[in-house]
């Protein structure tokens, strides 16, 4: 194992400055690759190409893709993972991940180990261009649902030391825990960062990691400003999803995110057409890695702009720009804690079967909605909405009224935004 993540490891630290014409030929290599494999081992593909008539070799060049219809989410979960999977895959190999992203709909990715390898070298190629040495230690906030089973290899011999703190602690311990650790490098979720950044700066506390990095929800001016002015610690923002790992990753130069061609195809799409350059689009990727289980022009539901501009920081991994997007609102519990939208991951709802999106919403600060589309087998499971209700008690108290809406669909915000938590009761850290 630990061969291959170096190989893949000195693959990517080549590639990262290769002239853009070569990275395109790799790319296209690598998509023709998962089209074809995709088409002749996932069923749910198979027809998918049957149906549009489209066989693997009429994809010629990038700008061929195009001809292949989309996969929604709502496609992917209503079809029997059996279809999803390649025929030849054993599960046993592989990692299951669960999202519910930014629309509130749950579903299970399968992710073989060969990706996994793969995402460990991304990673760590954006570490060391961000200035992680191999001695930092880091701190992680996590869904302790995916909290790692045991230390990678490196750990071991003592490198790149990592401590993992759960998202669901309260937050004045989470910063106790940061002050005690002393990271040089903090990551975890954009605004869990910025609820630790507030804590610090209401109580007049100091913490200084040198490299803080923040993913999973887009990150605005305001939260940046804290965190920065708060820990006066260099910020890197990452582009993370489930399906599809780590995307894009700002340099030193932060003059956009670099993405990593190399394992995911990203276009940008507005009613159907790709958009031109500075133009934003929506964002649809193209998994060039993960075999177990291929999404192929899947729609991700995020907001870009690609950009033609060249870093100033000598890569030639190709810039984009984040559009304002994957935001959840702050909620408040009776006793006046600010609580990050970040923890409905899969919380309340450890188990998600039979519901096929969600939405949080906090009408007073002691009442909350939650409003689900699922199935009738669902909703007539009373214990598991006990159960829910007994899991938000445990972080927002007793005093929360819980209230349960079923409904048949849950309407977007807006032409593009959909916010998975909704407070009616703003609150601002800044
Ligand atoms: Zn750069």
């Keep these: 194992?630990?061969?291959?993540?170096?190989?893949?490891?000195?693959?990517?630290?080549?590639?990262k400055k290769l002239n853009k014409e070569i990275l395109k030929e790799i790319q296209l290599r690598r998509l023709k690759e998962i089209i074809s494999h995709a088409y002749l081992n996932v069923p749910f593909y198979h027809e998918k190409f049957e149906k549009a008539k489209i066989k693997p070799e009429d994809i010629k060049t990038l700008d061929d893709l195009e001809k292949i219809p989309l996969t929604t989410k709502a496609e992917i979960q209503s079809t029997p993972l059996n279809y999803l999977v390649s025929r030849y895959v054993n599960l046993n190999n592989c990692d299951r991940s669960?999202?519910?992203g930014t629309t509130g709909m749950p579903l299970t990715i399968i992710i073989d180990r060969d990706y996994m390898d793969f995402q460990v070298a991304l990673f760590a190629r954006t570490y060391f261009e961000d200035g992680v040495k191999l001695w930092h230690k880091m701190m992680r906030i996590v869904d302790p649902l995916y909290l790692p089973k045991k230390g990678d290899w490196y750990q071991k011999i003592g490198l790149m030391k990592t401590k993992y703190v759960s998202l669901f602690e309260p937050i004045e311990k989470q910063f106790s825990i940061a002050k005690k650790y002393k990271p040089d490098i903090l990551r975890g979720f954009s605004s869990q960062i910025a609820l630790l950044a507030y804590h610090a700066r209401e109580n007049g506390e100091v913490l200084k990691p040198k490299i803080i990095f923040t993913s999973a929800e887009y990150l605005d001016k305001a939260s940046r400003n804290l965190i920065e002015s708060t820990f006066l610690s260099q910020l890197f923002d990452l582009y993370i999803s489930t399906e599809f790992g780590l995307m894009a990753w700002e340099c030193k130069a932060h003059s956009g995110y670099h993405t990593n061609i190399e394992s995911v195809m990203i276009e940008f799409v507005k009613d159907g057409e790709p958009v031109t350059d500075g133009?934003?689009?929506?964002?649809?990727c193209t998994n060039l890695v993960n075999r177990a289980m291929p999404l192929i022009r899947y729609d991700l539901g995020d907001v870009g702009i690609p950009t033609e501009e060249e870093c100033t920081c000598g890569s030639t991994l190709p810039l984009i720009r984040l559009v304002e997007g994957r935001t959840g609102d702050f909620l408040?519990?009776?006793?006046n804690r600010i609580i990050s939208p970040t923890i409905f991951f899969p919380y309340p709802f450890n188990d998600v079967e039979g519901i096929k999106q969600f939405r949080i919403i906090q009408e007073k600060k002691d009442k909350l909605i939650i409003q689900l589309v699922a199935d009738e087998d669902f909703k007539r499971n009373e214990l598991a909405l006990e159960k829910a209700r007994k899991e938000i008690w445990k972080v927002f108290g007793e005093n929360m009224n819980v209230e349960f809406q079923f409904l048949d669909k849950i309407k977007r915000d807006n032409e593009r935004k959909y916010r998975k938590i909704v407070s009616k009761i703003p609150i601002h850290l800044t």
């Design 279 to 284: 133009e934003s689009g929506e964002i649809i």
């Design 332 to 335: 408040v519990t009776p006793d």
């Design 1 to 15: 194992m630990s061969f291959k993540l170096l190989r893949y490891h000195y693959q990517l630290q080549q590639s």
């Design 98 to 100: 669960l999202t519910s």
